[in-house]
C-alpha cells in the first residue's frame, strides 16, 4: 500500500479521482492530505470560525466525495468540483440557520486577508493587527454570503474568476461585481490603515 501511495503523490488531482472512482483507498488518502486542511480552513472561516463545526463539514464532504464520485466528470477541474461542494454545503447551512454568522473577534487576519500584501517594510509596526482584524470580520459580516465567499475564494484561495464563477454558479462579470463591491467597502471603511489595493 505504501508503494502505491508513493507513486501517487507525482498523479494529478484528477488523476488520483479517477482512481477513487475505481474504489482505489490510496489514492483517497492522498487527496484527503492534499485538500484536507485547505478545505477546513475554508469552512472555518465561511462557517463563523466555529472549529467543531468545521470539522463536522469536512467529514461530511469527503464523505460525499466517495459517495458521489461517479458525479466526477472527466474533462473536469478537481479543486474547482470540491470547492463548489463544499461551497453548495455552507448554502444549504445557512439556509438552514436563516441568520447571518458571528464572527470570533479573536481571529488571526491570515485567515482573512491575502498577508502577502501587506508585508512591507515597516507595516507591521504601523499597523494594529488586532483592531484591523476586528473591522474586517464586522464589515464581511455585512456583506452577503455569496460576497463573502467570493472575497474568500479570491483573496486567501487565490482561486482566478473563472473558477470562482464555476464554484458559486454564477458569470464572471457577477463575480467581478461582488470583488468590486467587498474590496471598495473594505478600502473605504479601512483608509486610516492604508491597506494595499486588492486587484481583479
Known amino acids: 500500500m505504501a508503494f502505491f501511495k508513493r507513486n501517487y503523490q507525482d498523479y494529478s488531482d484528477e488523476q488520483l479521482m479517477q482512481r477513487v472512482q475505481k474504489n482505489d483507498a490510496a489514492a483517497f488518502e492522498v487527496l484527503y492530505h492534499r485538500y484536507s ?11 463563523g470560525f466555529n472549529r467543531e463545526k468545521s470539522q463536522d463539514f469536512l467529514q461530511d464532504l469527503f464523505l460525499k466525495i466517495v459517495d458521489k464520485h461517479h458525479l466526477f466528470r472527466d474533462g473536469a477541474t478537481f479543486s474547482t468540483w470540491i470547492f463548489t461542494i463544499a461551497s453548495n454545503m ?15 473577534y479573536e481571529t488571526d487576519l491570515n485567515d482573512i486577508l491575502p498577508i502577502e500584501s501587506m508585508r512591507q517594510p515597516g507595516i507591521e509596526k504601523s499597523i494594529d493587527y488586532h483592531q484591523l482584524t476586528e473591522r474586517i470580520e464586522i464589515l464581511l459580516e455585512d456583506c452577503d454570503a455569496n460576497q463573502r465567499a467570493t472575497f474568500i475564494l479570491r483573496f486567501q484561495e487565490q482561486l482566478s474568476i473563472r473558477e470562482i464563477s464555476e464554484i458559486l454558479g454564477c458569470s464572471e462579470g457577477t463575480t467581478k461585481s461582488r470583488i468590486f463591491y467587498v474590496t471598495r467597502k473594505l478600502s473605504k471603511s479601512l483608509s486610516e490603515y492604508n491597506p494595499q489595493k486588492w486587484e481583479l
Open 37 to 47: 486542511q485547505r478545505m477546513l480552513s475554508y469552512f472555518y472561516r465561511m462557517l
Open 90 to 104: 455552507c448554502k444549504n447551512e445557512y439556509r438552514r440557520m436563516n441568520v447571518r454568522k458571528v464572527m470570533d
